[in-house]
């Protein structure tokens, strides 16, 4: 019986042993009231952050789409210059040559 005894890692054995106790109980100190009490408020703090960053998306957004469309019409209007001064240029080239043509 002696031998059983001595060949028994008993380091190992009560690590094992203190795992189950801490494990138990901390299973009963998660599930307790104040636990809980502490989970709601991290997750009413993390809802509020939620509510900030999408409010933060929200904005850059809506300034990214200013943005665009400030730049399309910039686009627009160079545009309409340049087509502008095409017509212009083949107005003045029409007219010379019908001053050359008479």
Same mark, same amino acid.
């Given at each position: @019986?002696?031998? $059983?005894? !001595?060949? $028994?890692?008993?380091?190992?054995?009560?690590?094992?042993?203190?795992?189950?106790?801490?494990?138990?109980?901390?299973?009963?100190?998660?599930?307790?009231?104040?636990?809980?009490? #502490?989970?709601?408020?991290?997750?009413?703090?993390?809802?509020?952050?939620?509510?900030? #960053? @999408?409010?933060?998306?929200?904005?850059?957004?809506?300034?990214?789409?200013? $943005?665009?469309?400030?730049?399309?019409?910039?686009?627009?209007?160079?545009?309409?210059?340049?087509?502008?001064? #095409?017509?212009? !240029?083949?107005?003045?080239?029409?007219?010379?040559?019908?001053?050359?043509?008479?």
């Amino acid at each position: @019986m002696k031998n $059983i005894f !001595s060949s $028994i890692d008993w380091k190992k054995t009560g690590l094992f042993a203190a795992g189950v106790a801490f494990g138990t109980a901390g299973i009963k100190v998660l599930s307790s009231d104040d636990a809980k009490k #502490v989970y709601t408020n991290c997750t009413a703090a993390v809802l509020r952050a939620k509510d900030c #960053v @999408m409010k933060t998306a929200t904005t850059i957004q809506e300034n990214a789409e200013d $943005i665009y469309a400030e730049a399309v019409q910039i686009n627009e209007d160079r545009a309409a210059e340049e087509d502008a001064k #095409v017509e212009e !240029s083949l107005d003045e080239e029409v007219s010379a040559d019908e001053e050359g043509a008479e």
